[in-house]
């Protein structure tokens, strides 16, 4: 940051890649959350809608092809533990992979040791702290949409 630059809010935009009963985690190597089972996801792009940022975030890191992407909710994060404050509103997207037979590839292995399919109902530990606070509330990928 400049010297006298405020700090400000950044968007991100994390996707609850769903299969079956599971969804896609991967554990971070980014100092944020490092060691933390996450969502695949990244930052909101100048001008990209919340879908396209989720297919080419999802495409990015995993090499995987989405559809039927939606919007669930939204949650706002601070992060006073990494070597910088930081402060996401981080949208949630669900999706659906187009072709259920493709694998996750690991294409940015220095922000993740590897992706993989993780059973709903037996989730990997120590989640990443804004996908464990809503997992605690009761949040659900496969129920809290609009319906569709
Ligand atoms: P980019 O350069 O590809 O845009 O960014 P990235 O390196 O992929 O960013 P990221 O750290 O994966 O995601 C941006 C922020 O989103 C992250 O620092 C904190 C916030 N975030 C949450 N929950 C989750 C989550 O479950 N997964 C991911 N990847 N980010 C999350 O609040
Ligand atoms: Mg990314
Ligand atoms: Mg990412």
New binding site residues.
Partial sequence: METGEKALPKV?V?VFVVKGNSVLLGKRR?S?GHSTF??????LEFGESFEGCAGR?VM??TGLEIEKTTLLTVTN?VFNESPKPSH?V?VFMRATLVDPSQRPENLEPE?CEGWDWFDWLNLPNPL?W??EKMVRSGFNPFTNDDGN
Avoid: R
Wanted: glycine share 10%; hydrophobic share 35%; net charge negative.
């Fill in positions: 991100a994390v980014s944020i996450a969502l695949p996801g990244g930052h975030e990015e890191e994060n996401y981080t922000k990443f804004p996908l």
